[in-house]
């Protein structure tokens, strides 16, 4: 496109290599805009005589040092100023060129172009390039058409011309399209009678819908069993719940085909990669967390972090990253991805949020997992349910094929619930998680898994029991977690915590190594070496 400034001479922005066939004809001719009449859209207005003087016609390198700003004469006979806001190529039809003009089949956010457009660029090649609106293709090949005239019919999106044809040119080069070539006959020929029989311009409804034989018959894919499968999945929980450490858990099980926690119930069926976004987390924490959680380094998992920012779901590299891996995508967390949705209603932002999330699946997405906030009266709640595992709009468990609650575990003592208790789980990351919205898959029963020490030692979550089995009451791990996370905690806090006399606490820190010096836990030994106190 040319600049609009008012210099003497004017520069097109070229994605070199322009094809230099084409930059070398004396096919090129200025044009400005000017509405018709008043209130009209602007529309193009060639500057010079170009049907009846070709005189006037120049090469691109003699375009370009032409004056932007000029004198022109209107077809009544008047003159106006006009400022020049681009180059034209004069479709001449002793040149053997043939010209496409695809109008409205590209996505210009996404960079994403219509199934048959594509087509046509893949099988005929050439020279193709984005239109100035951005929504359309415009390409040329060698070659003839069965008869000279051109292809232009009322509202058909795919225009064919071989001569009297001005096209603008904004040198957009489109998927490396640079090299003019010479098609088959062939392929010209089909592309030529398909646009005759207005074939391209029936694509609509027809394609746009379908009868129950046409839609796909193969059954959900499952990655996870019981746990994960295609589609949206969703997980609610309050903030420092232990969200990042499921998403990583499941990551790592994805990758790797391990079973999720551990646990051979929830077994791996199908092994993707994984695009894991976190905007809102320092690079070297998250690291430290991979490592923790035994992710591969093999090229199988990709990540961004709050150095980063909050990429744009419709942004080019995470189309194309989606493109090329078919991983399965994690939005950590999802509010952080609404940059891109106007408004700060909470139902915009989540339909927003939800169109982008599908259109990552048809971009050949495995799946997409959101991690979100929890309302914060969910913290009193007698149970999980869609209604308050997501915070803000209900969008939020309508989009989800599945849906996952997490909250620490929790018990009642009497009519309320047991604080120390909830503490604990706190202090263990123990975690209970419950499907609130399955659809079409048979989700695994209500469960408790614990992270403390387990995290540390084993590198993932460890499964306690199912809601209808009996919680293993592991006071010792609530000591020694309380001990690692503040090594100043007392005596007899450890004592309130586990319930046991001072004695008892004593002997079972001894027996793991751990003894109280100047007010501070110190790790002295192994467990149960004769060295030990």
Known sequence: MLSDNTQPSCTLTVYPPLSDWLAKRDRFVQYHLKADKPGKKP?????????????????????????????????????????????????????????????????????????????????????????????????????????????????????????????AITGNIYQGHNKLVEPSEQKLL???????????????????????????????????????????????????????????????????????????????????????????????AFRARCIKMRLPQDGSFF??????????????????????????????TAIRFDSAISGNDSNEVAQGLGASMFNLIREGAAGVGFLHHRTKASKEAETMDLENTFRGSTDFGAMCDLAWGVEHAKRKKGKRWDEEYTEESRVLTRLFMKCVKPRDMDVADPFIIQGRPYIDDTGDFHVLSTVDGPVREDKGLAVIAAIKRDDTISHRALEKLSGWGHERVTRFTGTQGYVQKDGKWIFNCLGGSDDCP
């Open 303 to 332: 990540c961004q972090t709050v150095r980063d920012g909050a990429i744009s779901l419709a942004d080019k590299h995470l189309i194309q990253a989606i493109r090329d891996m078919h991983p399965y995508v994690w939005l950590d």
């Open 43 to 167: 529309r193009k207005k060639t500057c010079q005589t170009w049907r009846q003087d070709p005189k006037t016609w120049r090469t691109l390198e003699e375009i370009q040092k032409l004056p932007l700003s000029h004198v022109h004469k209107a077809d009544d006979g008047t003159n106006y100023d006009c400022t020049v806001k681009g180059v034209q190529f004069v479709v001449y039809g002793g040149d053997r060129l043939v010209w496409f003009d695809l109008d409205g089949v590209r996505n210009p956010d996404l960079d994403v172009v219509e199934p048959w457009a594509q087509k046509i660029v893949d099988e005929l090649g050439g020279y193709w390039e984005v239109s100035a609106s951005g929504c359309g293709l415009h390409g040329c090949v060698i070659g003839t058409l069965p008869r000279t005239s051109n292809h232009q019919v009322k509202d058909d999106p795919c225009e064919i011309y071989c001569d009297r044809k001005l096209i």
């Open 190 to 284: 089909q592309v030529w009678e398909r646009a005759e029989k207005g074939e391209f311009s029936r694509i609509g409804w027809r394609d746009k819908f379908h009868t129950v034989s046409e839609l796909g018959d193969k059954p959900t894919r499952v990655f996870i069993q019981g746990i994960l499968a295609e589609g949206i999945t969703g997980i609610g929980a309050l903030s420092d719940s232990g969200k990042t450490w499921i998403g990583l858990s499941m990551s790592h099980a994805l990758i790797t085909g391990e079973p999720l926690f551990g646990n051979p119930k929830f077994k791996v069926l199908e092994r993707v990669p994984v695009l894991y976004l976190v905007p809102e987390m320092g690079g070297r």
